[in-house]
Structures are given as C-alpha cells and as structure tokens.
C-alpha cells in the first residue's frame, strides 16, 4: 500500500499564498509517475488543479495558470502547490494524487487525504 501524506493547507486571506506538500511512502518498492493536486469544493465535483509527469512537464487549470505552480522532490517522492494570489473561489479540500509503481503491484492511482485551504475576503 502506499500513502499520500499532505500538509500545508489553513485560512488565508484573499492575495495571500500558501504551499502544499504530498509525501509519498510504502513499505514496498515503489517509483512515483505523475503527480498532481486536485480540489472539491462544497457542492462541486473534484476538478483539476494542476498535474507534474515524472520528467516535469505541467499543466495547469485556466483559473489557477499563473497563480500557482506544481514541483515535486523526486528524491523524496515528494510534490508541492504554491499557492499565490489567493481567492475566495480557491476554496476548497485540496487532494494529492500519485500514480505510483509498486513491485508486485504494477501501476496504481493513489489520493491523499485531503488538505482544506480556506481564502477568507
């Protein structure tokens, strides 16, 4: 089994930023493929925010390009969301996502717990 750790979110007003982190970890051998963030906002369906392959290339969601920007640590199997110039409508539970290759197990998709970022006006 693997797990998404993710840490980072809390209240912020609106212009502010904030950086999530997502580690990823198992008792197995494992490798990290693509990586991304994804957000759920009360009554809206979980939509995209930003996604990383293994050789960093990006791609971003229109209403985040130039705001926020994806990175990851492959060392540390580790991807990160910088946050900038907050909004209100940024608010949501932000979850990590990890396609992640396990000896064994072949590939899998794996979510994080979620992180609630909040971006008072």
């Known amino acids: 089994q693997v797990q998404l750790v993710e840490s980072g979110g809390g209240l912020v007003q609106s212009g502010g930023s904030l950086r999530l982190s997502c580690a990823a970890s198992s008792g197995r051998i494992f490798s990290v493929n693509a990586m991304g963030w994804y957000r759920q906002a009360p009554g809206k369906q979980r939509e995209l925010v930003a996604t990383i392959a293994g050789r960093g290339s990006t791609n971003y969601a229109d209403s985040v390009k130039g705001r926020f920007t994806i990175s990851r640590d492959n060392a540390k199997n580790t991807v990160y969301l910088q946050m900038n110039s907050l909004k209100p409508e940024d608010t949501a539970v932000y979850y990590c996502?990890?396609?992640?290759?396990?000896?064994?197990?072949?590939?899998?998709?794996?979510w994080g717990q979620g992180t609630q970022v909040t971006v008072s006006s």
């Open positions: 996502n990890a396609d992640v290759w396990m000896v064994g197990r072949g590939s899998n998709d794996y």
